[in-house]
């Protein structure tokens, strides 16, 4: 399956013949998806988010073919997407950050880096919005290479490849330190914000104490922590009376997910559930997918912020980086 991960990518080494290096024109000249060159990230542990520079470039060429870095704020383009992972995992990107094959990141080989975009698989209605740090993909009429991780919530890391939109948002922060930024947009993308407004919107987010929480109809809103950012889901459940009588006091339970992410593979998808289950509760679900079935795993229910907080600890330290916490409000209203 790498070899469209292969087909797809040039890190910063190959093509940046864009860097005006003489070695990397070489390599580039011998075999442009060769991946050589590119430096390896040093560390142990995860690798760190962002730390690159701001780049658009000038243009370029690879495999014969020219391409054009510039500023496209109305970009919004159709067409195939592939993937890739192990091949270029912890390498370091066109822009200067290092490359993790489970972060949602993508290639692309026009747009400014670092910046967002939002892809949306035409072939299941899936969406999410990707980090753009790399440049690529160089074959075909490729529009969007996108890792490995991006894939799978896409849905179509089995195939290889699906045809997507794209659709170019704004620049991302050089710094997003944990991810947290590209979570909040992903959170504001779950909840319905329009494209144009999913920045501002992650901003907002951002800024905010991470459990400020959605007001419920009619109903206060949940005590204010300083829990770190979360996706809060509301729904209201109340029993009519017969007859007024006295004033609701409404109750809200609350209750905590990490979302750990969606396989393709049901087998795999097992092997994370299994290695969490004996420290956490754990939601194992199968969805519908236009290719077949997708498995969702996420911890919970979790009661408690504290709880919650640890739970998403060690989602990360096991390798999870874009786990995020869910934080749901059941309000039920009582008579008194």
């Known amino acids: 399956m790498l070899r469209f991960a292969r087909n797809g990518i040039v890190l910063v080494a190959i093509g940046l013949a864009i ?19 590119s430096p390896i990230y040093p560390g142990k542990g995860p690798v760190p988010w962002g730390g690159g520079r701001y780049h658009v470039g000038k243009p370029y060429q690879v495999a014969g073919e020219w391409f054009t ?13 592939s993937w890739y992972g192990e091949d270029f995992n912890r390498r370091k990107t066109s822009n200067g950050e290092w490359f993790d094959m489970n972060r949602l990141t993508a290639a692309h080989a026009t747009l400014p880096l670092p910046s ?11 969406e999410i919005v ?9 074959v075909d009429t490729r529009v969007m290479d996108l890792s490995k991780a991006a894939a799978a919530e896409l849905g179509y890391l089995n195939q290889g490849t699906a045809r997507v939109r794209v659709q170019y948002l704004g620049p991302a922060p050089l710094s ?5 930024h590209l979570m909040a947009m992903n959170t504001e993308l ?17 800024g905010k104490s991470a459990a400020a929480s959605a007001v419920v109809a009619q109903a206060e809103p949940a005590k204010k922590t300083s829990a770190p950012a979360v996706e809060t889901v509301a729904y209201r459940t109340t029993a009519e009376p017969e007859a007024p009588t006295a004033a609701a006091a409404p109750t809200i339970d609350v209750s905590y997910f990490v979302q750990l992410g969606s396989f393709a593979d049901g087998g795999n998808a097992a092997r994370v559930r299994d290695r969490f289950s004996a420290v956490w509760p ?23 912020s504290g709880d919650a907080e640890t739970a998403l ?3 990360r330290s096991a390798g999870f980086a874009d786990a995020r916490l869910i934080r749901t409000e059941a309000v039920q209203a009582s008579l008194q």
């Open 19 to 37: 860097a005006g290096c003489a070695s990397h024109k070489q390599t580039a000249k011998r075999d442009p998806f060769a991946g050589q060159g």
């Open 130 to 138: 990707v980090r753009i740090n790399d440049r690529g993909p160089f």
């Open 282 to 304: 754990v939601q194992f679900i199968e969805l519908s997918g236009a290719a077949g079935p997708i498995y969702r795993v996420r911890l919970g229910p979790i009661s408690g």
């Open 176 to 180: 997003d330190k944990g991810g947290h």
């Open 69 to 81: 870095p510039k500023e496209q704020p109305g970009y919004d383009k159709k067409g195939v997407a």
């Open 116 to 126: 967002y975009a939002k892809v949306t698989n035409l072939e299941n209605g899936r």
């Open 313 to 315: 600890s060690d989602a």
């Open 190 to 206: 779950d909840r319905g914000m329009p494209a144009r407004s999913l920045i501002a919107a992650a901003d907002r987010r951002k």
